[in-house]
């Protein structure tokens, strides 16, 4: 089946560490995204890319950091920098052409002690 | 820039009762607007979304939603809730450019939760 898959769902890591949650997709779509959301607040965009080695800063993107070495995926680094780690991170995707909607992942929920 | 209002962040509706759910937008140029739906701890579903032609949407689970440009507007109704629509709602809007296809990142809304009672 198609889809998004986002690992692990469930993250725990000590404050000051880095930590990398993963984002794979086999939907062939060029674009991809990584959204934070905390309640209350909504989705907050992170991070974004529309080709592979290519990405650029969304609306949050300080204590972030990603990479897309590879079409099909594209892993968020959330560092030390990042005053507020803890929260629900959804990774989605979409082509570029057509009117089309953004698919989403199943969620990681990040829990920094 | 483009923008998405949800008015009231909990609305609370009887099994069987009209549900209506509110989402103003604004943005520069004509939008492609959507309404997803997430369950606690799993990630956003498409109930509908609006692109060009018809106004009013059909979607999901008896969901629909009504485009109107002049009032900036696209809230989400369905006549009869159920259990199991208790849900977070949420409506995102996507730039579209002249060429007519869509580009760039969604925006959303704060979300709405709906729970809905016996």
């Known amino acids: 089946d198609g889809g998004i898959t986002q690992s692990p769902k469930y993250l725990f890591r000590k404050e000051g560490q880095n930590v990398t949650l993963s984002c794979e997709q086999n939907l062939n779509h060029d674009a991809m995204y990584w959204y934070r959301q905390d309640p209350g607040q909504g989705l907050r965009l992170i991070y974004y890319?529309?080709?592979?080695?290519?990405?650029q800063k969304g609306d949050i993107a300080e204590g972030y950091s990603v990479s897309r070495e590879k079409k099909e995926s594209f892993p968020l680094t959330v560092t030390s920098a990042q005053k507020n780690p803890t929260a629900f991170y959804l990774c989605a995707s979409s082509p570029l052409e057509g009117v089309t909607e953004a698919f989403f992942g199943q969620g990681t929920r990040l829990t920094v002690v | 820039a483009q923008s998405v209002t949800q008015l009231g962040s909990h609305v609370s509706v009887s099994e069987g009762a009209l549900v209506l759910l509110r989402c103003n937008y604004s943005s520069s140029v004509p939008p492609y607007l959507f309404w997803y739906v997430q369950y606690p701890n799993q990630g956003l579903q498409l109930l509908l979304k609006y692109t060009t032609g018809a106004t009013l949407v059909k979607g999901i689970n008896g969901f629909e939603a009504e485009f109107k440009k002049s009032e900036t507007s696209f809230h989400l109704t369905k006549p009869s809730a159920h259990m199991s629509d208790a849900a977070e709602y949420f409506c995102a809007v996507r730039l579209a450019n002249a060429g007519g296809t869509s580009y760039g990142k969604l925006t959303f809304g704060q979300g709405t939760i709906l729970t809905v009672h016996p």
């Open positions: 890319s529309q080709i592979v080695n290519d990405f």
